[in-house]
């Protein structure tokens, strides 16, 4: 196995890791719902995507806080949390994990399982002709 393979095994067994400690996290404090979504093969921007909802925006907030001090005690430091004052919907971009907590409304109405899960065929990327 040369370097790049082995450095390669250690990532995913890090982001594997990394992705059952938010997802357990959010399970600790009753997150409802909780899915995970394998985006490798749809972007670049992560590889997994966590979905969960809380009952309110304080249950949300309890929830990403959470995940956040989990992270922070495991040495891995969010690149990012977006939405956190209003706790509707709060995004904890953990790099190659990226965790959406939002509340039953937000996440009925963007339906990112159902966004993340379409599969287009080729047809379907083509442009659209006048």
């Not at 600790?28 to 995970?36: G, P, V, Y």
């Not at 985006?39 to 909802?53: E, F, G, H, L, P």
């Not at 907590?101 to 659209?128: G, H, K």
Request: hydrophobic share 45%; glycine share 4%; proline share 3%.
């Amino acid at each position: 196995m040369n370097a790049d393979a082995f450095e390669e095994q250690i990532s995913d067994m890090q982001e594997i890791e990394l992705k059952q400690l938010a997802m357990e996290a959010l399970a600790d404090l009753k997150a409802n719902d909780i899915r995970c979504l394998d985006v490798r093969n749809q972007t670049d921007i992560a590889d997994y995507m966590i979905v969960a909802s809380g009952t309110s925006s304080r249950h949300v907030s309890a929830l990403v806080n959470n995940v956040i001090v989990e992270a922070k005690k495991a040495g891995v430091m969010p690149n990012g949390v977006e939405g956190h004052q209003t706790g509707e919907w709060v995004l904890v971009d953990l790099v190659d994990v990226v965790v959406h907590v939002m509340v039953p409304q937000a996440r009925e109405f963007y339906d990112l399982e159902r966004l993340w899960s379409l599969q287009q065929t080729p047809e379907e990327n083509a442009p659209i002709e006048h």
